[in-house]
């Protein structure tokens, strides 16, 4: 579950206390995502750079992201 949405967006806190960095084109739709939102965590291969995907559930959009804690 998102709990938590910092710098307009830029870094999301996730319910069991890992904090994100959105890669810069995901940061428009991640910075309006609700908290509580349901989070699913994937890996993504094809962005070395940020190589996780977070999927929102309730808006069926995903960012990619990598895991800074």
Known sequence: MLVGILKDGEQLITDDGSRWL?????IPDACIWI??????????SDDPMFPYVLHNK??????????LT
């Open 35 to 44: 908290p509580t939102a349901t989070i699913i965590v994937s890996q993504n």
């Open 58 to 67: 309730d808006e069926n959009e995903s960012v990619n992201a990598t895991r």
């Open 22 to 26: 959105i890669s810069p084109i995901n």
